[in-house]
């Protein structure tokens, strides 16, 4: 039986296609009333739908919050949140309590795999050496531990856990066999890596790349008009080269958790440990944050072009989650951008169909119920988030000025970032 630990929007899915694959699940999480909801089939995470959750439970899914849940489990895959500590590292302590979680339930042969993203040592110092103290048992050899990053994209209709490739690890060779296995079972194609630090390391280099390349285009972003330049479309060209060359886009910032927060762990683990700054990572960083700013410098240029006192003016956040078509607010640069017009004194609303209550600094954004048209509203608008209900609009009468930070809207009167 596989207890899957953590029931977010890396554990759900996984659970589900274990549980596809004939095995006998245990979904466990602390948060008694996500479990709750689980049960009655209401999924909170998008590209889980209630149906497939339903009908996982009706076969070979369980779900619990209690440790004692985990009981008959012989397998432990680990998927718990790592945000950013106080110190800008990996906070670890989901994953020190996963741990002591299984611990009780732990017997030689079972088998424990970390899922959760940190930085490159964690899996031998936090899930093994604690494991194999608490329960007296030899890690690599009484019991197998492994790691496996997680590659859900949310809201990728494209790629999903069945069918991305799903990189493998184990501290010892018997290890590294079982948890590819484990996968491989589950109709998931597997990538065996050499060592458990290499695994880790992976992942991170994975958002490390697209936070720098992110931060290329949004500098770029800030001097091509001066050089009249328009920046997407020399990528558009750029990128019919068939080798050498990948495209990134720019936009008001970057949000989620794999961006903005992943490469500061490796950051943080290379200058603790050798006491040496990642300057990639801290200049790409220092770039992506500034982006708000100038999302709100180009606005308040083109509303004084328009004559219009930003003091008192009403401007409209056209979509304000992190990402296209999900409902996630984890880092959203909505959130800066709402700081920085208040502080202009603009009164700020939002339209979202995915956000239904947002407060920044514990002041609520007051939301627009239903897309706006007719004569303009408001005297600025903001395409923060390019949800595809948003496209193939008339934007011509919701603001007198409308700025578009996604290069998705087309039409007289936009202008773009």
Known sequence: MIGVIGLGYVGLPLAIQFARSGNQVVGFDVNEELVEQLTLGRSQISGVSHDSLTAAQATSLSLGSSPSDLAKCSTFVICVPTPLSVSGGADTSRIEQAVEAIAPWMRKGSMVILE?????????????????????????????????????????????????????????????????????????????????????????LENTYRQVNIALVNELAKFAPALGVNLREAIRLAATKPFGFEPFFPGPGVGGHCIPIDPQYLASRIESRLGEPLRFVALAREINAEMPTHVVSRLVEEMVKEGITVVGSLVLLLGVTYKRDVPDMRETPAEEIVRLLRMRGVVVSYFDPFVEEWDVDGNLVTRIEQFPVGSPTFDGMVLVTDHSTFLNRDYSGVARVCLDTRGVLEGDGIAQL
């Open 116 to 204: 959760s993203t940190s930085y490159p040592g964690t899996t031998e110092e936090i899930v093994a050496a604690p494991l194999a103290a608490m329960t007296g048992l030899r890690a690599g050899s009484d019991f197998c531990v492994g790691f496996s990053p997680e590659r859900i994209d949310p809201g990728n209709p494209n790629f999903r856990v069945g069918n991305t490739p799903k990189i493998v690890s184990g501290i010892e060779s018997c290890c590294l066999n079982r948890a590819s296995e484990l996968y491989s079972e589950a109709g998931i194609s597997v990538v065996n890596a050499r060592g458990v630090r290499e695994a880790e390391f992976a992942k991170l």
